[in-house]
């Protein structure tokens, strides 16, 4: 699971809420124009998001695997059928182009992760969002910055205590009840650690937070989003302006 990574990188220097923008901006292309084109667009953005924040696409293979696993079965079980022909390769090829619009918007967001810190993104977001929604989502998205990446090394610890103690010779129900009940406590007890904390802190909704401010480049950014969220409409204009695919 990729976290922050203090760095010099351009993706580092930018704005919280210009990456985001990037990011919603890329959402709404791929999944608005499911075409060729649409796909190309997708893959330059992430390529450029991936060389700006200097992040290897396989670190984020290798961090995000049970994701792509995830997506990789979609075309499998979208062509299989119950009879003749056992597979059909419409619906396969349906399913997968349903699965590569998602790869971009996952790089794109692990160069997010990679290159941001929590209390910027909690900050961006409660400057996006007025009131106390913005508050409540700023709290909520930095708990799960800050827990999630902890619950995972908890189930990975939880897994290497089984291996060691000759668990992979017990039935695969067996191990996946033990790994999944230990790590069940383990997450429970972490969480009224963190509910104890927060109180022993005197956790203030609204606390001081990073200042944040707009560069030329950061400007640039949100243009680059605004026109990737335009782009679906864009491409759906006469032939005169973008031809159709």
Known sequence: MLTYEPGDSLAHGLDPRGKLAVQFGLAVAVFGDPT???????????????????????RVVRAYWPVFLFLSVGPVVGGAALGEPW????????????????????????VYV??????????????TVPGKIGRLFGV????????????????????????????ERRPLRDR????????????????D??????????FAWNPTLPPLAFRRRDYLATA???????WPLVARLPGRFIPVA
């Open 36 to 58: 060729v084109r649409g796909f190309a667009v997708g893959g330059a953005v992430a390529l450029g998001a991936l060389a700006a924040g200097r992040l290897s696409p396989l």
């Open 193 to 202: 650690r963190l509910t104890l904390a927060l109180r022993a802190r005197c």
């Open 140 to 167: 909520g998205v930095g708990l799960v910055f800050r827990f999630f990446p902890v619950v995972l090394r908890d189930l990975r610890a939880t897994r290497r205590a089984v291996r060691a103690r000759a668990g």
């Open 224 to 230: 680059l989003g605004v026109a990737l969220a335009a």
């Open 176 to 191: 996946v009840e033990r790994i999944l009940t230990r790590s069940l406590q383990r997450s429970f007890l972490r969480a």
């Open 114 to 127: 990679r290159t941001t810190p929590v209390r910027e993104t909690r900050a961006a977001i409660q400057l």
């Open 87 to 110: 597979f059909r390769v419409g619906p396969a090829v349906e399913s997968l182009r349903s699965v590569a619009r998602v790869v971009p918007v996952v790089f794109v967001s692990a």
